[in-house]
């Protein structure tokens, strides 16, 4: 069995109570799971890649950058199979 330094798990997406604007709301949170392994990685860098995870998630970083016609995804695809 392989060994793996990381292991990302996204579990359901919940409602349960947050705060939006001083107000108490219900909120949708999704619930990951990271694991690493702790013979390869140490607990401090491990912490900081994960709030840095958090707050790309949070914010929704590099979804601006997600805008793709249907024409470029199509050749992206072909020229993806080329390299395998």
């Known amino acids: 069995m392989p060994s793996h330094t990381l292991a990302i798990t996204l579990g359901s997406i919940g409602e349960k109570p947050g705060v939006i604007g001083g107000q108490i709301a219900i909120r ?30 949070e914010t929704g970083d590099g979804l601006d950058d997600m805008r793709v016609t249907a024409e470029h ?6 020229s993806w199979d080329m390299q395998e």
């Not at 995804?73 to 072909?78: N, V």
């Open 73 to 78: 995804t199509a050749s992206s695809a072909s």
């Open 28 to 57: 949708e949170y999704l619930s990951p799971t990271i694991s690493f392994d702790h013979d390869i990685i140490d607990g401090a860098p491990a912490a900081r890649f994960t709030q840095r995870l958090k707050e790309l998630i």
